[in-house]
């Protein structure tokens, strides 16, 4: 198993420019998540999904936009791209039992984007 | 609200000493709590977690935490330090039970490891 991929690796962009990170995984996990890492702040959740078709806002959603046509496949789009979206982004997966909340996340070796 | 605090930014101690880690929550319900690692330039890897029982958890790479109720603390101990060790540990507290993978993390401890 690969687990969970990230492309592109680095990206620099434009202000006004619009992008889209990619996340896959193949574990069939049923939970996948977006988060931007900057220093002295930790992660922090972009956007998060539960399912195929289900997704919802995290602690920083704003300028972001999310989708999730199919288990494997989690992409991030930034519609407009600002300087203050300088940062590392983590994709994760998880597959929680049945009503325990919380499991495991497997996480991306992240893309760092550059918002010039 | 729901808050972790990991209250040293940096550490630094020497190989073969041994390590504590701070972290603090702030949870209104049962927790489950873990800790990961980041080596630099990479992604996050878990090395333990608490979910339910033995308040003593033990994880990969000789580390351990234990989970005290009472102090609202996991802290994350190893006996002795490897140079490999250094990197960034990151606690964070999910929500018990529910259809939710909410993760909130701390902030982070940078530890340095002295020949």
């Known amino acids: 198993n690969a687990g969970v991929t990230q492309t592109p690796k680095f990206q620099v962009l434009k202000t006004g420019q619009s992008m889209t990170l990619q996340c896959a995984q193949d574990?069939?996990?049923?939970?996948m998540s977006w988060y931007r890492q900057d220093p002295g702040m930790g992660l922090r959740l972009i956007h998060y999904?539960?399912?195929?078709?289900?997704?919802d806002q995290g602690e920083v959603p704003n300028g972001y936009n999310v989708s999730r046509s199919t288990t494997e496949d989690f992409p991030l789009r930034l519609l407009s791209a600002a300087p203050s979206q300088t940062s590392v982004y983590f994709c994760?997966?998880?597959?929680?039992?049945?009503?325990?909340?919380?499991?495991?996340?497997?996480f991306g070796p992240g893309t760092r984007l550059t918002v010039l | 609200a729901q808050s972790v605090t990991q209250p040293d930014i940096h550490i630094t101690v020497s190989e073969g000493a041994s390590l504590e880690l701070r972290c603090n929550y702030s949870y209104g319900a049962t927790p489950y709590l873990f800790w990961y690692v980041q080596s630099p330039g990479q992604g996050l890897q878990l090395l333990l977690k608490?979910?339910?029982?033995?308040?003593l958890v033990q994880g990969i790479k000789g580390f351990e935490a234990e989970f005290k109720r009472s102090q609202s603390s996991f802290n994350l101990r190893k006996p002795s330090v490897h140079w490999s060790d250094a990197a960034e540990y990151f606690c964070a507290v999910g929500a018990y039970g529910g259809a939710t993978n909410k993760l909130i993390f701390g902030t982070g401890t940078l530890l340095a490891v002295q020949p």
């Open positions: 999904s539960v399912g195929a078709g289900i997704t």
């Open positions: 608490y979910f339910s029982g033995d308040t």
């Open positions: 994760a997966s998880s597959q929680p039992s049945t009503g325990r909340g919380t499991d495991t996340q497997y």
């Open positions: 574990m069939n996990h049923e939970y």
